[in-house]
Structure formats: structure tokens, C-alpha cells
């Protein structure tokens, strides 16, 4: 069983996202966003999916929707609990991408998710960032990263994939400037992850509803605590995407749900 407790952030987390938000088609039920002939042009072509049949709230597709930009990835539906993602796709996802296969594997994945850990380490990779060449001995001296040199090596790897793909980001209009980055952050990242393995870790069997949906308010504290609006929780969910891979891909499918009139982020409130 996921305790409550277990689902909050750490005090140096907390303080860390404290003072970054100061600065701050039809077919068997299914309906077809159609993305398609933008989407051939910058080489990422996936249709975004809803289920007519829903009738799931707003308030309740608030909650939900937190991780769609992993939905729509995969291929799921952007308006139900469930992810929607064919069954055998599902099994493969979650094990090769999230390295779960069992449900002691899931908790563990979930807890640690709970604790915003992308949002650390992009805190002090952004920081060694703004450094130029000094940032990786910044790291290495740094009294916060003293007691965990697998923390400080994951920052100098983070700061490296920033500067690799700063370019690129730019360009995909995820961000337009240095400062913008530091604003953005990666919780959105964080917390859509959160949410999406959760629900379909749900769906594999590996925890239940309730333990799902303790999960689920956790991802959504964690993104209205940071952004008061869908577009800024987007661009950020998109730069801890772009860090792993295709900006221009993930931003364009970001602007997808933001924009398409059946997305839930293009008529759902931030409340």
C-alpha cells in the first residue's frame, strides 16, 4: 500500500521549487485530434485520441490529464483515468522505459517519482549551466551535492544534456532565453510522469485505484503549486522531455494539446 505520507517532497525540494515559482475520424468509440499533416513536417506524425464516450467531469479530467503529454506519446486516450494504451504496448512501455515489471517495482518507481527528483537535479545542472566551464568543478565542490557523489554525477550529466540540446530547445520555442529555462524548470516532467505511470501501472495490475489516485493528487499538488496556467506546465513538461530527446517533436505535440479543440488542456480551467 503507497501510504499518504509517502507522496510528498523532501524540505530541500520544497525550498528549491519555493523560490523557482517566485521568479516565475471516428473508430470504436474513439475520436482522431488529426495532427497529421503538420505533424509530416516536422517528422513526428501520431493523431492525438479522445473517447467520445467519456463522461468523466472537467474537474475530474483536471486531475487526470496532468500526464498527456505521455498519453499522446504513446498513443493513448487524452480524457480518461485510464491511459488507453494497448495492452502488450503497455507491458513493454513500463518495462523498458520505467524499468517496472511488478508491483514492488511500481511503489518504488512512484515514491521516488513523488519526490520531484528530475526537478533536483535540473535545479543545480541549470545553475552549472549559467557557470560555462566552471560549472562541472562548481558541481564537484558543491557542499549540497557533498554527501552524494551518484546526485552530484547525475547534475553533471543533466548540465551536459542541457548544453547539447540548448539549441534545439530554443528553436522549438520551448523556452527563449536562458532565464525562461530556470523559470520553466522540469516539475512539469516530474509530475506528468507521476501521473502517467501510475495510471498505467493501475491498468497493468500493479496497484489499485486508490493508491492510483493518491498518485494523481500528488502530481497535480505539484504542478499547481508551481505554474498557474496550462501553457507554462506544457513548456515545461516539454523541456524535461527535450532533454531526453526530439525537442521539436515533443514541443510541437505540446502545442497540440494546448490548442486542439477536443484536448482536455484547451478548455479544462487551471484552478
Known amino acids: 500500500m503507497i501510504e499518504q505520507t509517502t507522496i510528498s517532497i523532501a524540505a530541500l525540494i520544497a525550498t528549491i521549487i519555493t523560490v523557482w515559482a517566485l521568479l516565475k475520424i471516428k473508430k470504436h468509440g474513439l475520436a482522431y485530434i488529426s495532427c497529421r499533416k503538420n505533424h509530416m513536417a516536422h517528422g513526428c ?7 467520445e464516450t467519456s463522461t468523466y467531469s472537467e474537474e475530474e479530467l483536471s486531475l487526470y490529464s496532468i500526464g498527456n503529454l505521455h498519453v499522446g506519446k504513446f498513443g ?3 480524457n480518461t483515468l485510464g491511459t488507453g494504451i494497448d495492452a502488450a504496448e503497455r507491458t513493454s512501455m513500463l518495462q523498458q522505459d520505467f524499468g517496472i515489471d511488478n508491483r514492488d517495482r511500481a511503489i518504488k ?17 541549470y545553475e552549472a549551466y549559467l557557470k560555462g566551464k566552471e560549472g562541472e568543478n562548481w558541481l564537484r565542490n558543491s557542499k549540497e551535492l557533498a554527501d552524494s557523489k551518484e546526485l552530484c554525477d547525475e547534475c553533471i550529466m543533466q548540465m551536459k544534456k542541457l548544453k ?4 534545439e530547445i530554443m528553436n522549438a520555442g520551448i523556452a527563449d ?21 501510475s495510471r498505467a501501472c493501475m491498468e497493468q ?51 497540440q494539446l494546448l490548442n486542439a479543440k477536443q484536448s482536455p488542456w484547451s478548455y479544462i480551467k487551471w484552478e
Open 205 to 255: 495490475g500493479y496497484i489499485n485505484e486508490d493508491e492510483c489516485m493518491i498518485c494523481l493528487d500528488a502530481a497535480y499538488k505539484m504542478s499547481h503549486e508551481a505554474f498557474s496556467n496550462w501553457k507554462d506546465f506544457a513548456h515545461s513538461y516539454a523541456l524535461g522531455f527535450a532533454l531526453y530527446g526530439d525537442a521539436t517533436c515533443i514541443a510541437y505535440m505540446a502545442e
Open 164 to 167: 547539447r540540446q540548448y539549441k
Open 45 to 51: 506524425c501520431h493523431d492525438l485520441r479522445i473517447d
Open 76 to 78: 493513448g486516450t487524452l
Open 177 to 197: 532565453s536562458e532565464y525562461e529555462l530556470g523559470l520553466l524548470g522540469v516539475i512539469a516532467w516530474d509530475a506528468g510522469q507521476l501521473n502517467f505511470i
Open 109 to 125: 518507481k512512484l515514491k521516488w517519482l513523488s519526490t520531484a527528483p528530475s526537478q533536483l537535479t535540473f535545479h543545480f545542472a
